[in-house]
């Protein structure tokens, strides 16, 4: 067969789809010779980059004085807005956000200018140098305030369907609620950092640690006024990003670039950690109001919902998280008559931005608290609750923005998890532990996950790739996808491996790089293999319908009679088998004159999106999943622990179960820390006091779950035509963790005898568990804890 | 007498020339040493990603490895001792180390930027030949953040090479004799003296000098706050601070002593201190912290204060104009990070009361993480219970005041009175005449307040229903 098939994979190599294959570079990672952009040589006379940040939240910046900084031993330049060539401009979406406050501050920590010294240490004790005049003006600090004073962004946007008004007055029940979830900083554990090499004739190359290297061409272009050609933005690698180096990182390369074009050294922009957490945005704290209608079976009627974004000062990515919030509003079930408002909240905070899951977990929060609530009033278990208002299979299945739900794995996840979980044995055993135990009290909860994949945009889902073959068979690969750590390399290196049928150790993975595939997407969304994985598939297929075009010639056969297997091309002759070592054949075609190398291009099919109407085919499928959990909490000090944890998680067909495995584990992880310990604490001043891992409470390994089952869905091959019938994997397990909270508030209703409803703010830290408890000690409903943004 | 910095790094004898003595071990590793496989995460001694080991050479010549944050550690600190980093694993021929292996295979690894740290904390847990148990293995790894794998397969390769009989120690280098050394550059002097004499001569002369002990503190000032200080006394060569007595209902401690060399005499009945001081910090941290260094910058949070107040320490300081004297605890603290220590002086030894069989000892850190985070609120009480009436009570409190404070208003209120719920429940309103806590970011004034008398009512759960579940851990 001359084309590969990319829904069955051969697997005839070591190495190909479906394997669980290692991370690529594990072992570097291990022996410390994975080089990070501050681990490379230094170029001989680079400079290092100090920021000057804001040290108020709002004011008028009258003048900036930089002539101390640029006296200043080892300073070699010193620039601030007005230095700026291009434009004073990085919104990623939107425009007008800049890069050094010009003539007003938003936040505190907002870049004011920079520093470029003959160290790191120079150019921090110079930052410290200079001359602020800033009129401090009132700040909105929280989404409360911001609400009251009416400051937003934008104006709201709404995804509705049926009319939420007339259903809500008409429903035989109804209820209304108010919570919060906090923000999450992503603590990747490599801060921003970015080396920019002047070049000839104004041309610049920037190492950035960035998901987006196209972004980082584009916004450095914009700001220094140059071509898009003038730029090339290289990344081998990241140390974490998990969103926060999508528009972020544009910035932190545009200062090194500016000040690199400024000297005409090179120079190397790295925060410190205490920089990049006020300077850097964060996932978006949220504010909910719903008010929902249903019936005595627990059917949800109608659903009227606000959704309060904290978006920071800026536009930033708020849009997309915000639509994404509202498209996940509905999560696993049908709600026939829906309003869903989102207001993206505008304060005197850091810009909020992408965080894994962008937007879904706080969408799909919504409805679980609603379920507890309805499940109470009626005197039902919300699993029975959850059960009547499932998307069904060919009835009731259209989301509010107008996709149907094709590919429905719900109550197959929730039923393995049920089963798997021993839920209905440990329900009974928990109430009886909590009924004898007056302190320590157990809860146990559940969630199913409907998350939709692909940008919300549909011009961002594209992708190309670029492959050559070498005359002895080896094969470089390299596409626009990003390595984070989540494997994505391995992953498209496997698809290659499949479609030559060689084993995985042939193909080598280049650096990312805006010169070898231009023009493309952000490394977001979960969707990198699945994008990247089809554009290397096509390159690669494409080179082999060549391969074997030739081989058919060379060897005189009918093009089917050429196979590629084992590391080896097969050519069937009558009375003849023949068999050439793939190499061999590589360096036939060269003689042959046959191109080896091929670009690859993707783009996803059958989506759309209207962003006026919030209607459309916005996600190309589905990715499933439910989880459960169970809690432990005290309830005289509100600490909590997590006892065990059992997933289930839709993977398609995975590419990599070792990968993915990891992928599950450490969302779930990182969702946990997000609605539990990870606590951003602001001053009245808005100054961020969580701005370090000591005060900043990531989960250890001790916190988590000593008891965790993690499975992925068997004989569950992607419905769509996904590389391989593979599925993302990136985001989706972090919202599994929601059934920590969902268990945290069963645990507490214990303690009124599941008597009233519970109100627990994310993050649920022992403060806020404790609150709640002494409120339902006290009968109270409204708990003391301090609000979350 | 030296002046240079002389160690041995990876095995090899290293002199550093030409550095300042207060540059941190990181700076200088991923700077002048060109070793960048040990990263910067936070430099703040909390994520971990710059673990190095120090190697002793124990008889025998096994080496034992005490890991640390190399963020915090001074290069005049290094001075004399070994070091070994990510690098310096690998077999002679280039092979990797059975732990970086055992990590690789077991898909230990995503982002790969915590990984060294934690290949250097899993090396030092393996060479320590610790029993494969999983409490022991997250103690290990208390001090390493990792924010992709969510860490369930790091455990599992621990798990693993604890399960292996092999030694996987490499070869133990003889260690430089520690020598006195005075370490300079044009803006530091570092003093390390190697007797009492000596330190007490520098702190008359230099009372100005940073007196350094682990420099888990003052280590920040450096290693974060990127201070070069003028001049740095350096105290844990000298033998006489790092002795520990035992007494008869005495401890005494060396100022020096590590948390890690102090742990081995925390049982007994002084279990409630030695299960505190396994939370404090990691081990990261407890192989450069002291007791001493804890009384010496006097946090008001600072994990050992409410346990020596609990305990009735009696501070032991020596000055060389005036020779020795000790202070009671509750004369020590004299307001928010201000103490009766004077300027000439420094603390020897601490001698803590051990707790009685009979006598109530019981010791809480309330934190939103469990492990490396500092306490919202920390108490320790110490109850004689006699007939059932309270004969004494030393209830002290870390997190709910400027210092570290005993709430004598609730003392008050137990002694002398029967012990039973009705007391307790007297003694946990009077808290609220003792401290008036702050609003931070680790708690409010409002939770503080009520964690601190549920603490109170959870000693009475433990004293009157033995065996009953009051804490998340005992499930």
Not at chain 1, 640 to 668: K, M, T, Y
Not at chain 2, 134 to 150: E, K, V, W
Not at chain 2, 318 to 332: C, E, M
Request: proline residues 6%.
């Amino acid at each position: 067969m001359t084309a590969a098939d990319p829904d069955q994979a051969p697997g005839t190599a070591r190495g190909g789809v479906h394997s669980p294959q290692r991370h690529d570079s594990a072992l570097k990672h291990t022996t410390g010779e994975a080089t990070y952009i501050d681990d490379m040589a230094e170029p001989s006379g680079l400079l290092h980059a100090a920021l000057v940040l804001s040290p108020v939240a709002h004011g008028r910046l009258r003048s900036v004085d930089l002539s101390a900084v640029r006296a200043s031993a080892g300073v070699v330049a010193a620039i601030a807005a007005a230095d700026i060539p291009g434009r004073n401009d990085i919104a990623p979406s939107s425009s007008n956000e800049p890069l050094f406050a010009d003539g007003l501050v938003e936040h505190v920590g907002q870049p004011i200018a920079a520093i470029a010294a003959v160290s790191m240490d120079a150019a921090r004790a110079a930052a410290k140098k200079v001359g602020l005049d800033i009129e401090a003006l009132p700040a909105i600090l929280t989404i409360d305030a911001a609400l009251e004073k009416g400051s937003l962004l934008y104006p709201p946007s709404v995804v509705a369907r049926g009319d939420a008004a007339a259903a809500l007055a008409q429903a035989p029940r109804r209820l209304s609620h108010s919570f919060r979830v906090g923000g999450q900083e992503h603590f990747y554990l490599e801060g921003q950092v970015a080396l920019a090499i002047p070049g000839e004739d104004g041309d610049v190359t920037i190492h950035s640690s960035t998901q987006h290297p196209t972004e980082v061409q584009h916004i450095v272009g914009r700001v220094l006024g140059l071509d898009y050609n003038q730029i090339t933005v290289m990344v081998r690698r990241m140390g974490g990003a998990f969103g926060g180096k999508e528009s972020n990182a544009s910035w932190v390369a545009s200062v090194a670039a500016l000040l690199a074009r400024q000297t005409g050294r090179p120079v190397k922009m790295r925060l410190p950690r205490s920089h990049d957490m006020v300077a850097t945005g964060k996932r978006h704290g949220f504010l909910y109001r719903y008010d929902v209608g249903f019936d005595d079976d627990g059917r949800v009627l109608a659903l009227d919902v606000t959704l309060a974004a904290n978006g920071g000062h800026s536009v930033d990515l708020t849009p997309g998280v915000l639509g994404r919030a509202l498209t996940h509003v509905d999560n696993t079930y049908w709600v026939p008559h829906i309003r869903c408002t989102g207001l993206a909240c505008k304060t005197n905070t850091v810009s909020n931005t992408a965080f894994r899951g962008f937007g879904g977990p706080q969408g799909v929060v919504v409805m679980e608290d609603a379920i507890g609530r309805i499940a109470h009033v009626l005197g039902k278990t919300a699993e029975a609750v959850r059960a009547v208002n499932f998307y069904g299979e060919g009835v009731n299945d259209e989301t509010p923005y107008g996709q149907k739900v094709e590919d429905n794995l719900i109550r197959r996840c929730v039923a393995q998890v049920t089963q798997e979980s021993s839920w209905a044995q440990r329900r009974v055993e928990i109430d009886a532990f909590n009924r004898a135990s007056p302190v320590i009290k157990r809860g146990l909860g559940m969630f199913p996950l409907k998350f939709g994949i692909s940008f919300n945009i549909p011009s961002m889902n594209q992708a190309g790739a670029l492959v050559h073959v070498y005359s002895d068979g080896s094969i470089r690969l390299n596409h626009g996808g990003t390595e984070m750590g989540q494997g994505l390399f391995v992953k498209v290196a496997q698809v290659v491996a499949e479609v030559f049928q060689v084993d995985l150790e042939r193909i080598r993975v280049t650096p990312t790089s805006t010169g070898e595939v231009p023009n493309t997407s952000p490394t977001a969304a979960s969707t990198g293999s699945d994008l990247n994985g089809w554009a290397a598939f096509v390159a690669a297929n494409t080179i082999r319908q060549r391969m074997a075009a030739f081989a058919a010639g060379h060897f005189d056969v009918p093009e089917d009679a050429i196979a590629f297997r084992d590391n080896h091309v097969h050519v069937a002759r009558p009375g003849d088998n023949r068999v050439v070592a793939f190499g061999e054949l590589a360096r036939l075609c060269h003689q042959g004159r046959v191109s080896l190398s091929s670009t690859g291009f993707y783009r996803t099919p059958k989506i759309h999106w209207d962003p006026q109407a919030m209607k459309g085919r916005p996600f190309f499928y589905f990715s499933y999943g439910a989880a459960v959990a169970e809690v432990a909490i005290d309830t005289l000090t509100g600490e909590s622990r997590v006892l065990r944890a059992d997933l289930v998680q839709d993977c398609g067909r995975s590419l990599n179960p070792a990968v993915d495995l990891g992928q599950i584990e450490g969302a779930f992880a990182q969702g946990m820390g997000w609605l539990t310990c990870e606590e951003l604490w602001w001053d009245k001043d808005g100054r961020l006091r969580t701005a370090g891992p000591s005060t900043y409470k990531i989960p250890g390994s001790r916190d988590m779950p000593p008891v965790f089952n993690v499975r992925m869905l068997e004989n569950a091959p992607a419905r769509e035509a996904t590389i391989f019938r593979s599925k993302a994997i990136g985001e989706p397990p972090l919202m599994l963790a929601t059934a920590v909270w969902t268990a945290l508030k069963d645990a507490i209703a214990s303690v009124a005898d599941h008597a009233a409803p519970v109100t627990l703010d994310a993050p649920a830290t022992p403060e806020r568990i404790l609150m709640a408890v002494q409120s339902l000690r006290q009968g109270r409903s409204a708990p003391l804890a301090a609000p979350a943004e | 007498m030296s002046d240079t910095i002389a160690f041995l790094l990876n095995g090899q004898p290293v002199t550093a020339a030409g550095i300042s003595p207060a540059m941190t071990l990181l700076d200088w590793l991923r700077g002048s040493a060109r070793l960048t496989g040990t990263k910067e995460g936070c430099a703040e001694g909390d994520c971990g990603a710059c673990t190095v080991v120090f190697e002793t050479s124990a008889a025998g010549g096994r080496p034992a490895c005490a890991p640390a944050n190399a963020c915090l550690v001074m290069m005049g600190q290094v001075h004399g001792r070994a070091v070994r980093t990510v690098e310096g694993l690998r077999a002679a021929d280039g092979a990797p180390h059975p732990v970086q292996r055992a990590l690789a295979d077991g898909d230990g690894t995503q982002c790969g930027y915590c990984t060294p740290g934690i290949i250097m904390s899993m090396y030092a847990f393996a060479v320590g030949g610790e029993p494969p148990e999983a409490a022991l293995i997250h103690d290990a790894l208390a001090g390493n953040l990792c924010r992709c794998t969510g860490y369930r397969p790091i455990v599992a390769a621990m798990l693993t090479l604890a399960q292996q009989s092999d030694d996987l120690a490499v070869p133990a280098p003889d260690r430089i004799p520690p020598a006195s050394a005075v370490l300079r550059d044009s803006a530091t002097r570092f003093d390390a003296p190697a007797s009492m004499d000596a330190l007490m001569a520098l702190r008359r002369d230099f009372p100005d000098a940073w007196l350094l002990a682990g420099g888990t503190d003052l280590g920040l000032r450096v290693s974060h706050d990127r201070e070069t200080p003028a001049h740095v006394v350096h105290v844990a060569g000298v033998p006489e601070l790092q002795l520990v007595s035992v007494m008869r209902e005495r401890l005494r401690i060396g100022a020096a002593v590590t948390y890690a060399d102090l742990l081995p005499y925390l049982g007994g009945t002084l279990e409630p201190v030695g299960a505190m001081v396994r939370r404090l910090g990691a081990r990261q941290i407890r192989t450069l912290g002291t007791v001493g260094g804890n009384l010496g910058t006097a946090s008001p949070i600072g994990d050992t204060l409410p346990v020596l107040l609990a305990l009735d320490a009696a501070i032991h300081l020596r000055s060389a104009a005036r020779g020795p004297r000790t202070v009671g605890i509750d004369d020590y603290f004299l307001g928010y990070r201000r103490t009766a220590l004077a300027a000439d002086e420094v603390i020897e030894a601490i001698d803590i009361k051990v707790p009685q069989a009979g006598e109530l000892f019981h010791v809480d850190k309330i934190s939103k993480r469990r492990d490396q985070d500092i306490s919202a609120v920390l108490g320790a009480c110490r109850l004689r219970i006699e007939d059932g009436v309270v004969r004494t009570a030393r209830l002290a409190f870390g997190g709910m005041a400027a210092t570290p404070a005993r709430a004598l208003r609730a003392e008050a209120a137990l002694i002398g009175q029967g012990w039973s719920e009705a007391t307790v429940e007297r003694a946990a309103a009077a808290l609220a005449d003792d401290f008036q806590p702050l609003d931070d970011w680790r708690g409010s004034a409002a939770y503080r307040l009520a964690v601190a008398g549920n603490l109170l009512r959870r000693l009475y759960l433990r004293a009157t229903q033995p065996g009953a579940i009051v804490e998340v851990d005992q499930l």
